[in-house]
Nanobody, 115 residues
């Protein structure tokens, strides 16, 4: 059973930066597609960024140029570097691991951006 543990959320002022981390258990990490999703209060969960096993990345339009997703397969960890944060980035951020079509989710970490 894959377990995902997120860290790095918190409260930051607009324009600031945060770095989220998500460490996974298991032995198939390098084969997985990894993603960060977020869910703001009263809204649906949405994809923020993803990275394939080959390193190809994809970003939501709202975060392009500000957020960077990366992975360290040796440490079973995926990162989300968030710069130039805006109040509208406030949400619970979830790590996702898609291994051959089976999805696993972390517990979520709160990111709050004050204006």
């Amino acid at each position: 059973q894959v377990q995902l543990v997120e860290s790095g959320g918190g409260l930051v002022q607009a324009g600031g930066s945060l770095r989220l981390s998500c460490e996974a258990s298991g032995h198939m990490f390098s084969y997985a597609v990894l993603g960060w999703y977020r869910q703001a209060s009263g809204k649906q969960r949405e994809l923020v960024a993803s990275i394939t096993s080959g390193g190809t990345t994809n970003y939501a339009e709202a975060v392009k140029g500000r957020f960077t997703i990366s992975r360290d397969n040796a440490k079973n960890t995926v990162f989300l570097q968030m710069n130039s944060l805006k109040p509208e980035d406030t949400a619970v951020y979830y790590c996702n691991l898609d291994l051959f079509g089976t999805n696993h989710w972390g517990q979520g970490t709160q990111v709050t951006v004050s204006s």
